[in-house]
T-cell receptor, first 117, second 114 residues
Framework: KQEVTQIPAALSVPEGENLVLNCSFTDSAIYNLQWFRQDPGKGLTSLLL?????REQTSGRLNASLDKSSGRSTLYIAASQPGDSATYLCAVRHRRFYGGATNKLIFGTGTLLAVQP | NAGVTQTPKFQVLKTGQSMTLQCAQD?????MSWYRQDPGMGLRLIHYSVGAGITDQGEVPNGYNVSRSTTEDFPLRLLSAAPSQTSVYFC?????????????FGPGTRLTVL
């Protein structure tokens, strides 16, 4: 059974610092991996999606990497800002034995990031 | 585009009452799904639909019904609410389930069952 873990559960950094959020998954047979941001009381905003064949994706100050063989993904945030404060969730879409995607995302429980001004 | 919209934002029910959570998207997405989010448990899939007229169960379907009569709408029905259904409910959609299809989420419905 696929399990997704995000450590640490919470992280506090001073403004301007570069930081890395971690996501681990137990089964490397994934179709893709998606990083989301969730603000308090709000829905999920998609940040980056990485295909299983890709190693990384970049969007602005965000860079997500994927290492399927070790079951790990990282989200790198450069020059953090107070507006980056939120919960960051990763989710994997599992690959079926015949190669197609399953119909659900399996989520980690998130990392709560606080960027101090 | 409004994206994925959900109503109501908040709802309080008494045990045994029924209600329908509404979800709509205006992106012509084929795939829609419902998740619930509970502290310490992450998001879990309740039901999903790969197109109008086609629905299937997810990880935690008991106590919930869905139907998909149009591409745009995917309502979630609670048949007889229980305190264990107190949660935040999110609707999501994507163009399909292909490798490049991001899922987009609505703002959520916070449900309390007394």
């Amino acid at each position: 059974k696929q399990e997704v873990t995000q450590i640490p559960a919470a992280l506090s950094v001073p403004e301007g610092e570069n930081l890395v959020l971690n996501c681990s998954f137990t089964d490397s047979a994934i179709y893709n991996l998606q990083w989301f941001r969730q603000d308090p009381g709000k829905g999920l905003t998609s940040l980056l999606l990485i295909q299983s064949s890709q190693r990384e994706q970049t969007s602005g100050r965000l860079n997500a990497s994927l290492d399927k063989s070790s079951g790990r993904s990282t989200l790198y945030i450069a020059a953090s800002q107070p507006g980056d404060s939120a919960t960051y969730l990763c989710a994997v879409r599992h690959r079926r034995f015949y190669g197609g995607a399953t119909n659900k995302l399996i989520f980690g429980t998130g990392t709560l990031l606080a960027v101090q001004p | 585009n409004a994206g994925v919209t959900q109503t109501p934002k908040f709802q309080v029910l008494k045990t045994g009452q029924s209600m329908t959570l509404q979800c709509a998207q205006d992106m012509n997405h084929e795939y829609m799904s419902w998740y619930r989010q509970d502290p310490g448990m992450g998001l879990r899939l309740i039901h999903y639909s790969v197109g109008a007229g086609i629905t299937d169960q997810g990880e935690v379907p008991n106590g919930y019904n869905v139907s998909r009569s149009t591409t745009e709408d995917f309502p979630l029905r609670l048949l007889s609410a229980a305190p264990s259904q107190t949660s935040v409910y999110f609707c999501a959609s994507s163009l399909g389930t292909g490798a490049y299809n991001e899922q987009f989420f609505g703002p959520g419905t916070r449900l309390t069952v007394l």
